[in-house]
């Protein structure tokens, strides 16, 4: 199935034998970076090259309304990413995915002297077709922390969107494009999560349990 553009779709991909692929603050926070560096038409330069005068460019080509794609929601886990993303370009996602991951690939396995592919395969979509969709699905995501036991409250992991929609616009270096999707406040969608933690963390107990 071709990715459309204008459409939203949830975008998985995860390590290759569940490798752990961010150990630390400043992995975590790279890969943020590269969400909004890649997220444009061109680049003047790589990543590992980007200047104060990319950076200007590139705010401006998001200005100019150059982006692959608008950034409804995330969650970078130790071995795995998840995305929610509304394509804006032609080849947008794919594009963008294909950037991301080759440039965490090419950074992770020169950091730690390693060699060979780092994920498993090509990242996974499946096609988001409704608002209560989204919805569901953003608090599955922002849930992934908690349900993993990695931390008691989703507000507590700070790689992912849940602070950007609980906040009331207090996070400033947020990257997720979503009120003029999703029609929440702040304290309405605090409560929806927080009232699936213990349900989703049992689910992933049984599931745990069972035999492939």
């Given amino acids: 199935m071709s990715i459309v553009t204008g459409e939203i779709y949830h ?57 692959l794609i608008q950034i409804i929601c995330y969650c970078f886990m130790p071995t795995h990413i998840h995305l929610v993303l509304k394509q804006l370009k032609d080849n947008g996602i794919s594009d963008f995915m294909m950037h991301i991951l080759n ?7 020169i950091k730690h002297n390693r060699k060979g592919p780092l994920w498993e395969s090509k990242f996974k979509k499946v096609l988001v077709d409704s608002d209560e969709q989204l919805l569901h699905l953003t608090r599955y995501i922002h849930l992934n922390p ?9 507000e507590e992991w700070r790689y992912s969107s849940y602070n950007e929609y609980v906040s009331d616009g207090t996070v400033t270096d947020g990257i997720c494009e979503y009120k003029n999707i999703l029609d929440i406040n702040s304290f309405s969608y605090k409560k929806f999560v927080e009232n699936r933690i213990s349900y989703q963390r049992e689910l992933a107990k049984i599931k745990g349990l069972m035999l492939d």
């Fill in 11 to 67: 975008i998985y991909t995860k390590s290759i034998a569940e490798f752990v692929i961010f150990n630390n603050d400043p992995e975590f926070l790279r890969i943020k970076e590269l969400i909004s560096y890649y997220n444009i038409e061109r680049h003047l330069t790589s990543f590992s090259r980007y200047k104060e005068r990319d950076f200007q460019r590139s705010k401006k080509d998001v200005q100019d309304g150059k982006r």
């Fill in 103 to 109: 440039s965490h690939t090419r950074y992770f396995n």
């Fill in 146 to 154: 908690v349900t993993a036991c990695i931390v008691n409250k989703p």
